[in-house]
């Protein structure tokens, strides 16, 4: 295996995050390599991947319909608005929490969970609109779901990268609820859009994203560890009950705009790693 020659013989080994760093050193991730990644353990580093925050910055983006930023939020009002009418969802849903999910229709994104809770979350009084593609059998259900809720619930097939801009924008909050999620970037993005992130505490979005905390006004999301459904409504649950208390979801939003996700904050991580691998293949040729 070459792979298995890589892992052995590398002087530094590179994931793309902190807790899959760790994952991959285990059956249920590790594929088969879980052995050679744990005996080279103190050499395995997990990076978390950046965004290109030049084509996704609500202050500039050109595919939504207002833009704003920190300092200024009326935007994001507007974004909203706008998206409900396009996707033809009820006027009357517009001060509930929008839901969005952009992704891959895969077992791997967690669509097996929002299936089994598809009823009892609508039920909160929520919208929630589907952008992707992917398995025939999970694109039919959702399909058949929103028949069911046309008012309330919309799904696009397909990859449109424009709608994906504008319902990260217009969403309060975007559902990631993964199986396993080596990074993530969709997370990422929504941060970055003040759109909250309800996640499965695995890989990157364990690394991205904080459980709010009411009390401290700490956090910038909502997440849950049992790939279970109750867990995952339970979370959805949290985020709609704060959704309520205006002044606290506005810190909420704040708090995951002023992260730092870049590619310029993963790429100095990536020369620091690389400037210390050389410097220490230089001690030993030395003789030091």
Same mark, same amino acid.
């Given at each position: 295996?070459?792979?298995?020659?890589?892992?052995?013989?590398?002087?530094?080994?590179?994931?793309?995050?902190?807790?899959?760093?760790?994952?991959?050193?285990?059956?249920?991730?590790?594929?088969?390599?879980?052995?050679?990644?744990?005996?080279?353990?103190?050499?395995?580093?997990?990076?978390?991947?950046?965004?290109?925050?030049?084509?996704?910055?609500?202050?500039?983006?050109?595919?939504?319909?207002?833009?704003?930023?920190?300092?200024?939020?009326?935007?994001?009002?507007?974004?909203?608005?706008?998206?409900?009418?396009?996707?033809?969802?009820?006027?009357?849903?517009?001060?509930?929490?929008?839901?969005?999910?952009?992704?891959?229709?895969?077992?791997?994104?967690?669509?097996?969970?929002?299936?089994?809770?598809?009823?009892?979350?609508?039920?909160?009084?929520?919208?929630?609109?589907?952008?992707?593609?992917?398995?025939?059998?999970?694109?039919?259900?959702?399909?058949?779901?929103?028949?069911?809720?046309?008012?309330?619930?919309?799904?696009?097939?397909?990859?449109?990268?424009?709608?994906?801009?504008?319902?990260?924008?217009?969403?309060?909050?975007?559902?990631?609820?993964?199986?396993?999620?080596?990074?993530?970037?969709?997370?990422?993005?929504?941060?970055?859009?003040?759109?909250?992130?309800?996640?499965?505490?695995?890989? %990157?979005?364990?690394?991205?994203?904080?459980?709010?905390?009411?009390?401290?006004?700490?956090?910038?999301?909502?997440?849950?560890?049992?790939?279970?459904?109750?867990?995952?409504?339970?979370?959805?649950?949290?985020?709609?009950?704060?959704?309520?208390?205006?002044?606290?979801?506005?810190?909420?939003?704040?708090? %995951?705009?002023?992260?730092?996700?870049?590619?310029?904050?993963?790429?100095?991580?990536?020369?620091?790693?690389?400037?210390?691998?050389?410097?220490?293949?230089?001690?030993?040729?030395?003789?030091?």
């Amino acid at each position: 295996s070459l792979l298995k020659a890589g892992i052995v013989y590398s002087e530094a080994i590179t994931t793309v995050s902190p807790t899959y760093a760790m994952e991959i050193q285990t059956p249920e991730y590790g594929m088969g390599m879980e052995g050679a990644l744990g005996y080279r353990s103190k050499v395995l580093y997990g990076i978390l991947n950046g965004v290109d925050d030049r084509l996704w910055n609500p202050s500039s983006d050109p595919h939504i319909p207002a833009t704003y930023s920190r300092e200024e939020m009326s935007g994001k009002h507007l974004c909203k608005e706008r998206l409900m009418r396009e996707m033809g969802l009820d006027s009357g849903l517009r001060e509930k929490p929008l839901l969005g999910m952009i992704s891959r229709l895969d077992l791997q994104k967690g669509f097996d969970l929002l299936l089994n809770i598809l009823d009892d979350l609508l039920a909160m009084n929520v919208a929630l609109i589907v952008l992707g593609s992917g398995d025939e059998r999970i694109q039919d259900a959702i399909l058949q779901a929103a028949a069911r809720r046309p008012g309330q619930m919309r799904i696009e097939i397909g990859f449109n990268e424009s709608l994906a801009h504008r319902i990260m924008a217009g969403a309060d909050l975007l559902l990631i609820p993964s199986r396993y999620e080596p990074c993530g970037l969709t997370q990422m993005y929504a941060l970055k859009y003040g759109t909250v992130p309800v996640v499965r505490a695995t890989g %990157g979005l364990e690394d991205t994203i904080v459980q709010f905390d009411l009390k401290t006004r700490k956090g910038n999301g909502f997440k849950f560890l049992p790939y279970q459904p109750k867990a995952f409504l339970e979370a959805i649950e949290k985020a709609v009950r704060l959704f309520q208390f205006k002044e606290a979801w506005k810190t909420l939003m704040l708090n %995951g705009m002023e992260a730092d996700y870049s590619w310029n904050r993963s790429a100095r991580r990536y020369l620091e790693l690389y400037r210390s691998v050389v410097s220490e293949s230089r001690l030993r040729g030395s003789g030091i």
